[in-house]
């Protein structure tokens, strides 16, 4: 299957991509959405996935 046609796929590259950058840029909605060619409810998506790991290595 290819990555456009797997969205679950560009949100969880999105959501690693969060995880490993340290500063994030605002807005970040709109940067997922251009740079991971997500949709808005993909891009917060991302982020809650990335913030939940980050909660759960006590990095939050």
């Given amino acids: 299957m290819s990555e456009d046609r797997d969205p679950d796929?560009?949100?969880m590259l999105a959501a690693q991509w969060?995880?490993?950058?340290?500063?994030?840029?605002h807005p970040l909605v709109p940067e997922?959405?251009?740079r991971f060619d997500l949709t808005a409810k993909d891009a917060c998506d991302?982020?809650?996935?990335?913030?939940?790991?980050?909660r759960s290595v006590?990095?939050?």
């Fill in 9 to 11: 796929g560009k949100v």
């Fill in 32 to 34: 997922l959405q251009r």
């Fill in 18 to 25: 969060l995880i490993d950058t340290a500063e994030r840029p």
């Fill in 46 to 54: 991302a982020i809650r996935a990335a913030n939940e790991v980050a």
């Fill in 58 to 60: 006590g990095l939050e």
